[in-house]
């Protein structure tokens, strides 16, 4: 968003203003940007510094090394940090694992004393003498 101020600041684009929710809001029309987007690709920005010759002054190549340095200490940071998170996360999943097994287990083992349960209850329905007599009955 700064870049297109900043464009329409330098005259580069038009200054044109529209009612929004929040007040008035500059609006770009797409050809005008897409025009705009072609010239700044196109023309590469002025350098503040002369391009090098291909030699890092003594600056350079310690801002360089300051840099590298700070990156493998960020990396192994990081690697530090993440390691054992890593791991742990491993633990729980296997403990997870578990525990479903265990509950799928217990579920099955509760559906069979259900089971079992309504099967004494519907032969405790009637009296002994009714049950006998329909063992009888049915050899």
Do not use: C
């Not at 968003?1 to 600041?9: E, G, N, V, Y």
């Not at 694992?97 to 079992?116: N, S």
């Amino acid at each position: 968003m700064k870049t297109l101020r900043r464009a329409i600041d330098k005259g580069e684009l038009p200054k044109r203003y529209a009612v929004g929710e929040n007040g008035p809001q500059l609006i770009v029309a797409p050809g005008e940007l897409e025009a705009w987007l072609d010239r700044r690709v196109s023309t590469p920005p002025p350098l503040d510094k002369p391009v090098s010759t291909g030699h890092m002054d003594t600056m350079d190549r310690v801002g360089l090394s300051m840099v590298s340095t700070l990156q493998a200490a960020l990396d192994q940071a990081v690697r530090s940090a993440v390691v054992p998170l890593v791991d742990e996360l491993h633990a729980t999943r296997t403990e997870l694992g578990d525990a479903r097994e265990q509950l799928g287990q217990a579920r099955a083992r509760a559906a069979q004393l259900e089971a079992q349960l309504a099967t004494h209850q519907a032969a405790r329905r009637y009296p002994l003498w009714v049950r006998l007599l329909r063992a009888l009955s049915s050899h």
